[in-house]
């Protein structure tokens, strides 16, 4: 079975600030990543993902992400956070060539300026 | 990228009433939605994958008899909660994968309130 384990609950970071966000999953082999960003009341908009290949993952809205095989971690990382990047983040694990997604339980990010 | 839509963006309706969810792949083909529930401040609960042409696959503790599925076409995919009460009240989220690639895309979810 598949699980994925966002340890941070919520974060506050000051604007311009650097972000980082854990992820740790369990699986079997290498599964498929996936990190989704979900504004308020909104569905969830696909950051990054990592199905092979190299391990530092560049995603939209400036975020990368690293995948440490050793770690099972798949951490989420901004070099400077704006306020729009407020929102909830959700780590995702599936197996591969399965698209039924496990998600963590969410990390909310809020910006202070 | 991929645009997933969902009708309603939400929805009231008084309990006892079935309420249908239609979730569509706008700009692109998809065999598999994925229909999933989100309580407040917590995360997406997978409920069912659908299929196109075939019968939906329920996750364990998913009332099916309940939660009715259609996958009429590549790019429809309706939810119909049936008998609806106030312990259904969540936002359901679609998703749909694109038969070309690996991604899921997300709907923008629908909010449900039964009173």
């Known amino acids: 079975a598949q699980s994925v384990t966002q340890p941070d609950i919520h974060i506050t970071v000051s604007e311009g600030a650097s972000l980082e966000l854990r992820c740790n999953y369990s699986y079997g082999a290498t599964p498929y990543l996936f990190w989704y960003v979900q504004s308020p009341g909104q569905g969830l908009q696909l950051l990054l993902k990592y199905f092979s290949g190299d391990t530092l993952v560049q995603g939209i809205k400036g975020f990368e992400a690293e995948f440490k095989r050793s770690q099972s971690s798949f951490n989420l990382r901004k070099p400077s956070v704006h306020w729009s990047d407020a929102a909830e983040y959700f780590c995702a694990v599936g197996p591969p060539n399965d698209y039924k997604l496990s998600f963590g339980a969410g990390t909310t990010v809020t910006v202070r300026a | 990228g991929a645009v997933v839509s969902q009708h309603p963006s939400w929805v009231i309706c008084k309990s006892g009433t079935s309420v249908k969810i239609e979730c569509r792949s706008l700009?692109?083909?998809?065999?598999?939605m994925f229909w999933y529930r989100q309580f407040p401040k917590q995360s997406l609960m997978l409920m069912a994958t659908s299929n196109e042409g075939s019968k939906a696959t329920y996750e364990q503790g998913v009332e099916k008899d309940k939660f009715l599925i259609n996958h009429a076409s590549l790019t429809l995919s309706t939810l119909t909660v049936t008998s609806a009460h106030p312990e259904d009240s969540s936002f359901y989220i679609c998703s749909a994968r694109d038969v070309r690639g690996d991604t899921q895309y997300f709907g923008p979810g629908t909010r449900l309130t039964v009173l």
């Open positions: 700009d692109f083909q998809a065999t598999t």
